[in-house]
């Protein structure tokens, strides 16, 4: 979708590694959200942010940090990357009004070697 | 909390024909909206059709359409004259229409949806 990028598309890391992945909106959204998305699992929440430095944490968070300095960008971080973390991750966008659901960025597929 | 789920892993439909994706949930709210996704290969997540919980009127999109059943909590998604192009994995997801600090997004597992030629 036009008003949100992630990036990278693609990564392939070793374990125990840092990875950050990047979410960018052009949407002036107030919320962002890092989802992964696993077979079997469908897509489940891992952080999520109501503000700049306002962030919270889904219902898998262990393993993961987020930042977000600017109401622009929300980043996800792998303190060091394990073989579990290897997943498609996404980052969505809404607004408290809008009942739409979200935009979903194009989605980043981690593999953890 | 609220949970979601999709019975069906996989389905498959003959091109032209009518197709149910089956999802239910779990909730003790009242007020709340409920989504269809549609995902292909492509990797990109497409909202299909929503349904907001205090309309009993069941909610189309040209060939999508829903039969929302609140007090069963249940709530499928039929697509009619089904082509090629609706082949994709399906996600069902539900809303809270309240939260101070965002509303998220609760996703059942998702259907592959298969369509024959």
């Not at chain 1, 700049?52 to 971080?77: I, M, P």
């Not at chain 1, 303190?79 to 935009?103: L, N």
């Not at chain 2, 609220?2 to 007020?31: F, G, H, I, K, N």
């Not at chain 2, 040209?62 to 499928?76: L, P």
């Amino acid at each position: 979708d036009a008003g949100i990028t992630q990036s990278p598309r693609h990564k392939v890391t070793e374990t125990g590694t840092p990875v950050t992945l990047r979410c960018h909106q052009t949407e002036n959204h107030r919320y962002m959200y890092w989802y992964r998305q696993d077979p079997g699992h469908g897509l489940r929440l891992i952080h999520y942010s109501y503000g700049v430095k306002d962030t919270d944490k889904g219902e898998v968070s262990d393993g993961y940090s987020v930042s977000r300095s600017k109401t622009e960008d929300f980043l996800l971080t792998l303190e060091s990357a394990t073989s579990s973390q290897t997943s498609v991750y996404f980052c969505a966008i809404g607004s408290r009004d809008s009942d739409y659901g979200y935009t979903f960025g194009s989605g980043t597929r981690l593999t953890v070697v | 909390a609220q949970t979601v789920t999709q019975s069906q892993p996989e389905m498959s439909v003959q091109e032209a024909e009518t197709v149910t994706l089956s999802c239910t949930y779990d909730t003790s709210e009242s007020d709340y909206y409920l989504f269809w996704y549609k995902q292909p290969p492509s990797r990109q997540m497409i909202l299909v059709i929503r349904q907001e919980a205090y309309k009993q009127q069941n909610a189309t999109e040209n060939r999508f359409s829903v039969n929302f059943q609140k007090a069963a909590k249940s709530f499928s998604l039929k697509i009619s004259d089904s082509q090629l192009g609706d082949a994709a994995m399906y996600f069902c997801a539900y809303r809270s229409a309240w939260g101070e600090y965002g509303n998220k997004l609760v996703f059942g597992a998702g259907t592959i949806l298969r369509v024959k030629s």
